[in-house]
């Protein structure tokens, strides 16, 4: 298989790397080797690459910007996709539907909406990652998530097989969703509304000082590391790690932000040993004082 990717390489415009370090393409800055890394510029580079794939599609994980996602140092059998400049495109129709490329970042169709008058998407400004991965787990800010503007997503199957799910027929849930794994998606298409550019803009404003006062910005971390669970106080997690467990806790360059307890941040040169350690302390500790059992909203991918 490898030889004949390594041929197929040779006449595709996207780009194919073996044993490619995937560190630098996720924002805790960690992570092993991949097998295969792979960018498509195309619907047909993509597809062809599934064939080549189709021992291995258990293998498979696609990636977007990485935001949310903790690497294990052993993925030197998995291969990892990601969608290449010619999925980032967007477009406006005549009814005020905003289609975007599922490889282009929240915050670039945030400002494409918001350069046409158009409201609705200001929430997008404040998520990190791409509109693939706010699909996937639900992604949501300021009382507003992708499943209250999404109204549908073009995918392609590990079969090289094009179709488009409407959102009426998925099945969305406190981050995340029941597509399948075994999905790429390629576009979405939004809903969105007239409003004065002012009006957006004031809002976006507001939800970026409202970020900027709240969360740690610019440095390595992989933004919210735990869902909000349900608890009789109707606490945040934040507030239950803050209360349960001691901010200066670390392994290693693995630690708790000081300016939101459920930002965990690398300070350094972590390793995903350092950062999982950390995870699971915080975690027992909230259950041995709490009762509480939180869950992930970071992915680990072993």
Known sequence: MLKDLDIFSKNIKGK???NYSLKNHTWLNIGGNAKIFFIPETLSELREFLLYLKKEN???FIIGAGSNLLISDNVQNRIFIKLGKNFNKISLTKNNVVIAGCSILDKNVSNFAC??????????SCIPGTIGGGIRMNSGCFGTEFKDV????????????VYTINSKNINFEYRQTNLPKNLIFLSASFKTNKKDKKEIEEKIYKFKEK???S?????KTGGSTFKNPKNPLGKK???IIKENVDNQTSFGDAKISEKHSNFF???NNASFKDMHDLINFVKKKVKEKTGISLQLELEIVN
């Open 215 to 219: 969360q740690p910005l610019r440095v």
């Open 150 to 161: 999404l109204l549908s997503v073009q995918v392609m199957d590990f079969s090289g097989r």
């Open 16 to 18: 194919i790397k073996f």
């Open 211 to 213: 970020k900027e006062r």
């Open 265 to 267: 941040i690398n300070i």
């Open 115 to 124: 350069e046409h008058n158009l409201s609705g998407l200001e929430f997008l």
């Open 58 to 60: 258990n293998n498979l």
């Open 237 to 239: 997690v934040w507030q």
